[in-house]
Each structure stands twice: as structure tokens, then as C-alpha cells.
């Protein structure tokens, strides 16, 4: 909610008469709290059933955090992304101070009220990858729920650490009550998901909805999530798969890079691309950039490690 209404905010800087009015819909996601993301549908849990409010007309405007949205949207649709981008970085919640370095994570002081191996809370197979590269000791553990329910878990004691969106912390204000008990993942050493960060806003694809939405239209993280997102699917892989990506401007340049893990995070490949950027570029170029990427890490391995965690879920659903 905190996102829809900073977005009604922005609307009404430039059309101060507009009426608007919220309609709040559960997702599957947001219904189902108690199994892994990957086991109740992984890509669209979010989105089915507000696409299906677009479709039928009952609402206008859906507001997505962009890392949750699939890549390509249905027939009819049209995806606007906003900015500025908040930040895109991982973020370590802890009850006592830790830091993080490429050797790992590690408690600021020692503390006995810590276990060992350290119990980390995601179902992030993305963020269960990357922690397994820096702390292969380290014991993942589910954790679903809003971002409260998650601290409210943590503090319990369920767990060591959480690993949670610095965006999603920023917008709800909260840098201030973790003091001492939050720290970020360098995007150098970990990367985040393709789009994390931004807001994707869906609409129908029709001219009225396109004009209303254009004053927000932001080019440039258009681009670099456009190239993060078409990366990700050229691979085949869904949003809830171990792989990364982050798009960053950098004096006329678009610096692409990305990454393909197995779940223990030892077959890890990394990939980077660039091109010249300016605001006449057109976003199909940092697409195709994303692409060429995506088949640089492809004809490194990249398919082989995605079937292999393919096949592992599809056993497990099985098993279900």
C-alpha cells in the first residue's frame, strides 16, 4: 500500500483532478504464507489475479515492485516503469551486528545468543545461493510473510539473520528502529534480482491509460531493468530462480552485469556487458543487450545449471 499511494502522490503532482480510488487484492502469494514461493506456482503468484482485474475492468492501474512481475506480459497489456529506483541492495537483518565481507558473514562482537551454523531466514533461492557461496555453513530456513512478520519472526529468535530488499525497508521507514542490526550486501558481492528496487505499473494498452502514466514513464530505469529482465528471460528462468542481475548508468554507459548459480552456490557464472546510453536510446537496444548477455552466460554452462535446479523442484513437486 505504501507503494500505491506514493504513486497516487506522483499522479496527482501532474493531474491534480484526477480521481483515484484503491482496491487492495490478495494474490495467491499474499494468501499462501506457509510454502516456499517455488511451490505454489513460482512466476505470476503475485500478479494472476490482479491481471485478471486489468483484463476485466475493474481496476486501471496495478503497482507491482518489478522484481516480482514475469517477464513478459499478457496480450493486451503494457508495463510503465517508474522512478527514481530505490536502492536495489540485499539487506541483512540481524538481532545483534553483524558484518559482511567476501569471507562471509560474521557478528561484530561474539555473541552466545547466536547458533551454529548461523540460521538465516529467506525463500529467496536467489539470496539461498549467494549466502551459500559466502557462508556454506550456513542453515537456510524458510521464511515467508510481510516484512513485519518477518522481523516479528526474527525477533522470536527463529532465526540469526533475515534477508530482506533494502527497498522495501526504505519505504516503510524502518533504517531507524534496525540500527546496529542492519547491514547490506556490496552489489558487487551480491548481486540483487532483475527489476528489484523499481516499480512496474500495468495498465491496458490503450492511448487514454499510455498519456496518464507518461509523466512517470523513467527512460533511463526502464532501460537498465529492461536489459536486467530480458536477460533473465532469454535464460528461461523465472523470478524465483538463483539468477541476478543489475543494470547501472554510468557516465553514457550501460553497464550490464549478471549472474547464474546452482543452489549451493559453487557453480557460479558471471557475466558482464555495455553499451553507450543516452536518452534517445531506445529501450529494445538495452533489451537486446540483455540478451546478448544472457547467451554469453548460456554458452558458458548456463542452461545446465538451470535444467539441473529445474528438475530438482519438479522432483519435489512431485513429492508434494
Not at 506480459?73 to 558484518?99: C, H, K, Y
Not at 507518461?214 to 527512460?219: F, I, N, S
Not at 526502464?222 to 542481475?245: I, K
Amino acid at each position: 500500500m505504501i507503494q500505491s499511494h506514493w504513486i497516487i502522490q506522483r499522479l496527482h503532482q501532474h493531474w491534480p483532478n484526477l480521481e483515484i480510488t484503491i482496491e487492495q487484492i490478495r494474490t495467491t502469494g499474499d494468501r499462501i504464507t506457509d510454502l516456499p514461493l517455488t511451490s505454489i506456482g513460482g512466476d505470476g503468484v503475485f500478479v494472476t489475479e490482479i491481471e485478471r482485474a486489468l483484463a476485466e475492468r475493474r481496476i486501471d492501474l496495478a503497482v507491482h515492485s518489478l522484481k516480482d512481475l514475469p517477464t513478459a506480459q499478457p496480450d493486451g497489456m503494457r508495463l510503465v516503469v517508474t522512478g527514481p529506483r530505490e536502492d536495489v541492495r540485499d539487506a541483512f537483518i540481524s538481532n545483534v551486528p553483524f558484518r559482511i565481507s567476501p569471507a562471509g558473514l560474521f557478528p561484530v562482537t561474539p555473541d552466545a545468543s547466536l547458533t551454529q551454523p548461523l540460521r538465516i531466514g529467506t525463500c529467496s533461492l536467489r539470496r539461498t545461493a549467494q549466502v551459500r557461496w559466502l557462508s556454506p555453513d550456513a542453515d537456510i530456513l524458510p521464511l515467508r510473510g510481510n516484512v513485519d512478520t518477518r522481523l516479528r519472526k526474527l525477533e522470536l529468535g527463529n532465526y540469526d539473520g533475515i534477508l530482506l530488499a533494502a527497498a522495501g525497508l526504505h519505504r516503510m521507514d524502518l533504517q531507524e528502529r534496525l540500527a546496529g542490526r542492519l547491514a547490506y550486501f556490496p552489489v558487487d558481492l551480491f548481486l540483487p534480482a532483475p527489476g528489484q528496487g523499481a516499480l512496474g505499473l500495468e495498465i491496458r494498452d490503450e492511448p487514454e491509460w499510455r498519456e496518464l502514466l507518461a509523466p512517470l514513464h523513467d527512460p533511463a530505469v526502464q532501460a537498465a531493468t529492461g536489459a536486467e529482465r530480458m536477460f533473465m528471460r532469454r535464460l528461461g528462468a523465472g523470478c524465483y530462480l538463483p539468477v541476478a542481475a543489475y543494470g547501472e548508468m554510468v557516465d553514457g554507459m550501460l553497464t550490464l552485469r549478471g549472474l547464474v548459480t546452482s543452489l549451493d552456490g559453487q557453480q557460479r557464472i558471471n557475466v558482464m556487458q555495455q553499451m553507450p546510453w543516452t536518452p534517445a536510446t531506445s529501450i529494445e537496444c538495452a533489451e537486446h543487450l540483455g540478451v546478448t548477455m544472457a547467451e554469453e552466460a548460456l554458452a558458458q554452462g548456463a542452461n545446465e545449471i538451470i535444467s539441473a535446479i529445474d528438475s530438482t523442484r519438479e522432483q519435489e513437486g512431485q513429492r508434494v
